[in-house]
């Protein structure tokens, strides 16, 4: 009990020794954006979140996409949408739902440094990276340089400059795409094709006007009969090929020829809010129908560090003033968030409550196992051997007769036990049956005695038995054969 003690309490004392010192360690940040409201790491959004929350009376988060939020209510007033991701998933349905929202007035300001394919395309802008940038934390340790980045005069706000890690800005917004034209030569539309703003004369990438059918004045609409457009050779929205092997061959035949254009950005009117230190865009705020859409390609400084470097929380809530007037909700199923299982446990863990439940639980269970586990000693009793009272019988009736010297008495009870030992070795009954020499002789045969020994004690010790006439000396020697009779029986 004693050592078992000292190694309880050596290795508590070791795991409050462990406790400390990994409490009053340095903590090692996680430089890994993840935008998560829970998230207390520099690039988690938990400060963010509970700023906006303290700040702003109608901010709520919801994990619902742009299908889910125009299905619940179309009619809703307009609102104010926050996306801020590290990488966003967009795909027809969400663009399509995305600009229906805008068209009925709302904000979406959508903050990212990766942003999807399909919404460039759509809007036909381009995020151009501004070079290679080591890792945050190994940038702070060595370097610690900062950057510029510029906010231009507006009604509300003077002009500004922001102070930032260049890491904190590494792409900038190109107010347009890049893309290939593939035109005849003769200036004829191939079939089920699109042809170029340039085949008339009047119309140019700058000057394309739209109409009420949505169809764009100096572009011949692609004939739905043509089997070009059945076989998906064309996308004529972008005035490219999409079979490269097919391409070929109508090249050869048409004598098509192709060029690269730029194409400006497809938009009512876009505005410029943001620049870098090269006058590059790292905001823009573009008009569409009645509403608006923010592109930001800064989306760290909406994280816990971005909010606590210097001054730079007026960065964030200088962009949301344009939003102040609609409940801002801020969107989280797209990027790394759509990622997570949608699973009870991960609820649960969500809600502080239904969190702290479970881990109590657990402390518990862990508790109620180590108390069971501990073994239990108990001391063991001495118990005595139970006295031989037989023996002691045995002894007190011997006493008394041999006090009485009644020897023949001794006699007889000693050749009544020689008898059933012989009877339960040998099945020899000499005590119902008056013994013959055949008893005798196979007494002997089994003993490898003489042959006249048994039967001559036997017949002695029965004689004497009758008389009752035994001393101390015969009795002795009756008793000795007896006892010697019995040892060669079992041996």
């Not at 663009?95 to 942003?115: A, P, R, S, V, W």
């Not at 102070?163 to 290939?180: C, F, L, R, T």
Request: charged share 25%.
């Amino acid at each position: 009990m004693k050592g078992s003690r000292l190694y309880m309490i050596f290795l508590f004392a070791f795991l409050v020794l462990v406790f400390l010192a990994e409490y009053m360690a340095p903590h090692q940040f996680l430089w890994k954006p993840t935008y998560d409201k829970n998230d207390k790491e520099p690039f988690g959004s938990y400060v963010f979140d509970d700023i906006l929350s303290s700040s702003i009376e109608n901010y709520t988060v919801a994990d619902k996409t742009f299908f889910q939020i125009m299905q619940e209510d179309s009619t809703a007033s307009p609102r104010a949408f926050l996306l801020t991701e590290n990488r966003l998933h967009f795909n027809e349905t969400d663009i399509e739902y995305l600009y229906k929202l805008i068209h009925l007035g709302n904000q979406i300001m959508i903050c990212t440094d990766n942003f999807p394919y399909t919404l460039e395309d759509t809007l036909c802008f381009e995020t151009a990276y501004e070079g290679y940038y080591s890792s945050f934390e190994h940038h702070i340790k060595e370097n610690r340089s900062r950057d510029s980045i510029f906010w231009g005069t507006d009604t509300l706000n003077p002009e500004c400059i922001f102070e930032v890690y260049p890491q904190m800005h590494p792409v900038s917004i190109v107010q347009g795409k890049q893309k290939w034209f593939y035109v005849e030569a003769d200036h004829r539309t191939p079939p089920g094709m699109k042809a170029s703003p340039d085949d008339d004369e009047t119309a140019s990438p700058d000057t394309t006007q739209t109409d009420d059918s949505g169809d764009e004045a100096g572009i011949d609409p692609v004939d739905a009969d043509s089997p070009a457009t059945s076989d998906s050779i064309w996308d004529s929205e972008n005035y490219v090929i999409t079979d490269s092997a097919m391409l070929e061959e109508l090249v050869k035949e048409n004598n098509i020829t192709s060029r690269y254009e730029f194409i400006p950005i497809n938009c009512d009117s876009t505005e410029v809010l943001i620049w870098n230190s090269e006058n590059k865009p790292l905001v823009l705020r573009v008009f569409i129908g009645k509403g608006e859409i923010f592109l930001v390609s800064t989306p760290l400084m909406f994280t816990n560090y971005g909010m606590l470097d210097k001054n730079n929380a007026s960065y964030a809530f200088r962009l949301l003033s344009y939003m102040k007037d609609k409940p801002l909700i801020r969107i989280e199923a797209y990027g790394t968030h759509s990622d997570k299982p949608r699973t009870p446990l991960r609820y649960i863990l969500s809600e502080p409550p239904l969190r702290w439940a479970i881990y109590s639980i657990l402390i518990l269970l862990i508790l109620f196992m180590v108390y069971t586990a501990k073994r239990r000693q108990r001391i063991i009793p001495v118990v005595k051997t139970l006295p031989n009272r037989t023996f002691g019988f045995m002894q007190l009736i011997s006493n008394l007769y041999y006090q009485k010297r009644d020897h023949g008495e001794i006699l007889k009870m000693k050749y009544l036990y020689f008898c059933a030992e012989v009877k339960s070795l040998i099945g020899v009954d000499l005590q119902e049956n008056v013994p013959d020499e055949a008893d005798y002789r196979r007494l002997a045969e089994k003993t490898g005695m003489d042959n006249d020994f048994p039967g001559r004690l036997l017949k002695n010790i029965q004689l004497a038995i009758y008389r009752s006439e035994v001393d101390d000396l015969q009795l002795k020697q009756y008793i000795d054969g007896m006892n010697d009779i019995l040892r060669a029986l079992k041996t």
